[in-house]
């Protein structure tokens, strides 16, 4: 395929990772307006709120057989323009139930197209030969940054019906615009090479096309779960970040509202950052370097997030949280899509996701049970558990 068909669909594939962080932060910055609408308790408002993850986790693997059935390419398109219908439906909701009940769509809409751009990311990085994944993970933290300071300025004079029926329409615009050039040009399908170690710089050919769960033998079953568990490490450090951070820098280190709300901006910032590098990183570094540096330095900082008593020591560990953290993901998801295709990005989505649930409620049991400092060191045992399972897949990939 010609570079600049290459190009047309890099940039294409950008568009479409940052459209679905834009997607994302304009609803979840709209979550306190459609508590009050559906007078929602706060069991009630979690209990529907996990109408997203699960929506996700169960469409997933579907959406891993879609892709190997009628492509990458338009399964990206198709669920991007579900993900613009479902994002206006919330606001239409009066009651706890309902909301759950649509959100499940909407989190089926939000894993689908996760699956289906990674995967279509994948392909793209083989053809490329360089490792450009973690700029596709940056442009969808853009678009949430983008989304969510959107979000906040209108919040004051948009109703949540108004504001995400907005949202709808840039989605459906932009999906007509990006998705044209998605299904005008085919899926790159590389000329196969061997199979590099996990830390070469060029990636080995996407077997998209294959049925991973069919053909796939004992042994890339167990990478690719490997990879799915640096995935679910990440988005452990991830959620419990997004959900307890703030409260740990303002109970236990009497941070005020404004100042305790910057340490997960500075967590966010700090991950933005270390994923438009991740590509010079990683040609630099290769990937297991990569992975067992991203996740050493996300423990040390998380350690010094949570247990130095001091606010701006607190939000320094954030930050190199978020920079250790950054390239991880990418990194799992494009190794796993690599050897198993769809089905690949599929599992470690899912596991990730996994991790993203069970962050949260995993922080607060052991918070109650210890305190939350000591409850969030978990997130830097984990990062260290990423760290070793790098080294150790290493071992295995070369064996």
Known sequence: MPGSDLTRLRVALTVFFALDGFVFAGWVVRIPAIKEQTHASATELGFALLGVSAGAV????????????????????????????????PP????????????????????????A??????????????????????????????????????????????????????????TAVAGHTLLREQAPVPPDRPQPRLSSSNPPPSPSQ???????????RGLVAVFGLIALCTAYGEGAMA????????????ASPGLAAIGYSCFALAMTVGRLTGTTLLERLGRTRT??????????????????????AALIGFAVTGLGLANLFPVAVERAGALAGPSGVA??????????????????????WFSLPTALTSVAALAAVAALIGVITRRAASG
């Open 291 to 312: 992975v067992v540096a991203g996740g050493g330095t996300a423990a040390a900082g998380m350690l010094l997030g949570s247990l130095v008593p001091s606010v701006w």
């Open 92 to 115: 239409l909701t009066h009651s706890a139930p309902a909301l759950g009940a649509v959100l499940l769509v909407f989190g089926a809409a939000y894993g689908s197209i996760n699956v």
């Open 117 to 174: 751009f990674n995967s279509a990311a994948v392909d793209l990085v083989t053809a490329l030969g360089r490792p450009v994944m973690p700029s596709f993970h940056a442009a969808f933290s853009l678009g949430g940054m983008t989304g969510a300071g959107l979000g906040g300025l209108v919040a004051g004079s948009l109703s949540p019906t108004r504001h995400l029926f907005g949202l709808t329409l840039v989605g459906l615009l932009v």
């Open 347 to 368: 599992v470690a989505s899912t596991l990730g996701y996994g991790g993203m649930l069970l962050g949260p409620p995993a922080i607060g049991f052991m918070a109650d």
């Open 243 to 254: 959900d307890w951070g703030a409260l740990h820098l303002e109970q236990d280190l009497d």
């Open 58 to 89: 169960i469409t997933m693997m579907l959406t891993g057989r879609l892709c190997r059935r009628y492509g990458n390419h338009p399964v990206t398109v198709a669920c991007a323009v579900l993900l613009s219908l479902s994002v206006a439906l």
């Open 210 to 220: 294959g049925d991973f769960p069919r053909r796939a033998d004992r042994r890339t």
